[in-house]
Nanobody
């Protein structure tokens, strides 16, 4: 019954901002790592960011570091991605994913349906 629902995508101009949300249900959200992954047309999935459970430690892909901020509200079972200074190359379908640390690698066992972000003038 794990369910992840992304929202907040849309069409924005270069330099603009969006905040994506991911509503989680069907599991204990506060005990799981969470990630954002994006996929542009014709390209493979690209990991964007992850956030830990206990200490809130965050990690970012080099392509978004300094522009994007991942956060979570465990009381609302919601994951967020604040995206600032958006570029056309950020255009993609953005997914949230429940994340497990398997050895030194991430495993994404559940995904949402995705929300489209389009950056264009």
């Amino acid at each position: 019954q794990v369910h992840l629902v992304e929202s907040g995508g849309g069409l924005v101009q270069p330099g603009g901002s969006l905040r994506l949300s991911c509503a989680a249900s069907g599991f204990t959200f506060s005990t799981h790592y969470m990630s954002w992954v994006r996929q542009a047309p014709g390209k493979g999935p690209e990991w964007v960011s992850s956030i830990k459970t206990a200490d809130g430690t965050t990690r970012y892909a080099d392509s978004v570091k300094g522009r994007f901020t991942i956060s979570r509200d465990n009381s609302k079972n919601t994951l967020y991605l604040q995206m600032n200074s958006l570029k056309p190359e950020d255009t993609a379908l953005y997914y949230c994913a429940r994340t497990r640390l398997l050895s030194t690698l991430y495993e994404y066992d559940y995904w949402g349906q995705g929300t489209q972000v389009t950056v264009s003038s």
